[in-house]
């Protein structure tokens, strides 16, 4: 057996007693991937982590240098004062592991945590190259940022579902130049190539980063960007933040919010691909096609529907680089509503010269399936289907916007 394959859990545990070699080699995967909560799982780890950091010695070899992901969930208590685990295990937690390469928070109110959690937060796990928070509250959009900008090493962050009571960034112009509550706002992290954000203040995130741009002269340079629940409130601040990255970015996830079917045109007209000269690859998630309205039975001769996503169609157009790959993820009421999208104007788009480069089309159909709707689509995207280039997956889409 390959003890470096860590699929089946009981046997790299069985391999781990044959020899110290062996030992340490399964603890590589063991070890790599730690999740906690609270409960007993997570005091018990915490109690092995104490026994192996106190300085009272072990026989056998620590596992803590082999923790390379770590992911985090604070308990929710009935009331807001009730104790928190993850609150009084933090200063253990951040000290220990010296190898951490990703973070992954969820469900941290920041007020709650103590002056000496927040300290071994920020400092314990400062070196780590991911960080990811998820559904965490803030007070104000700037203490958001102020935790964001001490991980100056993080090449990967993600901001799904955090919440702020409110917003408190100064002016474009006075985001770096004005000091609030007495502290200079920070700048972005330095090494960020990789952002991802969904329902997370959004355009005030963006509105910080593009003003770090303009006062250093290009000092964000994303090449991978994730984008989820966009919509009309958002799209100007990413139109521009994709502006600023002009040539940088090289990855574009976009997952729009169920008004595209209604906003799309308005969102739009906000976000202009062409700067993006070096883009690759492009993925669009949560494209709902609703079902048509009945016909009126008293008009004897009723006007076609208009097609439905037109203004994907106007989004692709806006490509201007030699892209390698394209997904679609498509959410149709039904055969009929996926029969009514924009696969004329779409393949007009597709059929293009600029896009002859493309080697991976994938259209996800998320919804079950006959076996009519992926025939529809090959059908009406014909020339790409000829091209061997088109790949068209029914069922549930697993894939994840905010994702790093």
């Avoid at 409110?166 to 609030?180: K, N």
């Avoid at 960020?192 to 593009?210: I, N, P, Q, S």
């Avoid at 595209?260 to 976000?271: P, Y």
């Avoid at 007009?348 to 996800?364: A, P, Y």
Wanted: proline share 5%.
């Amino acid at each position: 057996m390959d003890i470096y394959n860590q699929s089946n859990l009981a046997e790299i545990c069985n391999c781990s007693l044959v020899s110290r070699f062996w030992l340490y080699a399964a603890r590589d995967h063991l070890w790599r991937y730690v999740r906690l909560g609270g409960g007993r799982r997570g005091n018990n780890f915490v109690q092995l982590l104490q026994h192996y950091t106190s300085g009272h010695g072990s026989t056998l070899p620590s596992f803590v240098p082999h923790v390379k992901y770590l992911f985090i969930r604070e308990s929710r208590g009935g009331l807001s004062w009730d104790p928190k685990w993850l609150n009084a295990v933090l200063p253990t937690l951040a000290g220990s592991f010296v190898n951490l390469h990703s973070l992954e928070a969820e469900r941290i109110t920041w007020e709650y945590l103590s002056s000496k959690s927040r300290d071994a937060f920020i400092k314990g796990f400062k070196g780590v190259r991911k960080l990811a928070l998820r559904v965490c509250e803030f007070r104000t959009t700037l203490d958001m940022i102020r935790v964001i900008g001490e991980f100056e090493d993080v090449e990967a962050l993600a901001l799904d579902g955090v919440r702020c009571e409110w917003d408190d960034i100064p002016a474009d112009s006075e985001v770096f130049a004005s000091r609030a509550d007495g502290r200079a706002i920070p700048r972005p992290p330095r090494k960020l190539r990789e952002l991802a954000m969904r329902g997370a203040r959004t355009r005030h995130v963006l509105k910080w980063m593009r003003a770090a741009m303009k006062h250093d002269g290009g000092r964000v340079t994303v090449e991978v960007l994730r984008l989820g629940a966009l919509g009309v409130k958002s799209a100007p601040a990413v139109g521009k933040f994709l502006k600023m990255l002009g040539a940088s970015l090289k990855e574009l996830h976009l997952g729009f919010d169920a008004a595209f079917i209604d906003d799309g045109d308005e969102i739009v007209s906000h976000i202009d691909l062409s700067h993006s000269k070096f883009l690759r690859e492009m993925h669009v998630y949560g494209l709902i096609i609703p079902s048509l309205p009945p016909p009126d039975l008293s008009d004897l001769d009723p006007p076609p529907p208009s097609p439905q996503l037109m203004p994907l169609t106007a989004l692709l157009d806006s490509v201007c680089a030699p892209l390698r790959a394209l997904s679609l993820a498509l959410h149709p009421a039904d055969l009929h509503a996926l029969s009514s999208m924009d696969f004329e104007g779409l393949a007009h788009v597709l059929d293009g010269k600029l896009w002859t480069t493309l080697e991976d089309v994938q259209v996800v159909i998320a919804t079950e399936d006959d076996g009519r709707m992926g025939g529809t689509v090959n059908q009406r995207l014909d020339r790409l289907f000829k091209r061997g280039v088109l790949r068209v997956d029914v069922g549930f889409d697993d894939r994840e916007v905010v994702l790093i």
